[in-house]
């Protein structure tokens, strides 16, 4: 299993997400577009970054990409399914799909989440219910909660 980052802003967010990488043993990290690296433009690890995601980084391959959309055509043409996180019409319950090895996990900009270019180009998109009366929770426990589903209820 490997996830796409798209655009998300918050270096805490992207850390968090490193770290739960690391303890599903996530293949590898795709970073497109504004979302940060781990390391800043003189190879040094950032600090904020390292706070949160506690090395996971040394651990979790990762990749900086520009477009997420190449991204995600270039996973399709290796046979990976695109499973996308984000509220839509089109979605169904996270916790009713069963994947196998070849998923990519799609997660998007805090506020904006994932383009139709994006959500366009998966397979399922994949909302977790809602309950209370935010329609959304951060992206990387929203992350947190689908990959622990995915990756362990088979």
């Known amino acids: ?66 477009s997420t959309w190449r991204t995600i055509d270039k996973l399709k043409s290796e046979g990976y399914k695109i499973y ?9 319950p996270y916790n009713r799909v069963r994947v196998d090895k070849k998923t990519a996990l799609i997660v998007g900009h805090e506020v904006r989440g994932l383009s139709d270019a994006v959500m366009n180009r998966a397979d399922k998109i994949l909302e977790i219910p809602m309950s209370g ?8 426990v929203a992350f947190g909660i689908v990959v622990y589903s995915l990756r362990y209820n088979k």
């Open 133 to 140: 009366v935010k329609e959304s929770l951060n992206v990387s």
């Open 84 to 92: 996308a996180i984000e509220q839509s019409e089109k979605s169904v």
């Open 1 to 66: 299993m490997v996830a796409v980052l798209d655009n998300i802003r918050s270096l805490y967010n992207v850390g968090s997400i490193f770290r739960t990488s690391d303890a599903v043993g996530i293949e590898k990290l795709y970073l497109c577009g504004i979302t940060p690296s781990p390391l800043d433009k003189l190879g040094r690890v950032r600090p904020g970054f390292l706070k949160v995601d506690l090395g996971a980084h040394e651990n979790v391959k990762w990749e900086k990409r520009t």
